[in-house]
């Protein structure tokens, strides 16, 4: 059985949860954090692994 996991990434700036995205639990055990669009900051910011 996969360990893959659906995560939300929520804006840094606004808190808005912009984008899902998939993890492997197994491999990767720290938050994930990435720089993407958010379309309510009209700019790029961290989007960073929010809770369920």
């Known amino acids: 059985m996969k360990q893959i ?3 939300k990434l ?3 700036n606004c808190k808005r949860i912009n984008y899902w995205s998939r993890k492997n639990k197994k491999k990767v055990e720290r ?3 990435l720089k993407k669009f958010c379309k309510w900051c ?3 910011t961290k989007h960073k692994e929010a809770k369920k």
């Open 5 to 7: 996991q659906l995560i």
């Open 42 to 44: 009209k700019k790029q």
């Open 10 to 12: 929520a804006c840094g």
């Open 31 to 33: 938050k994930i954090e």
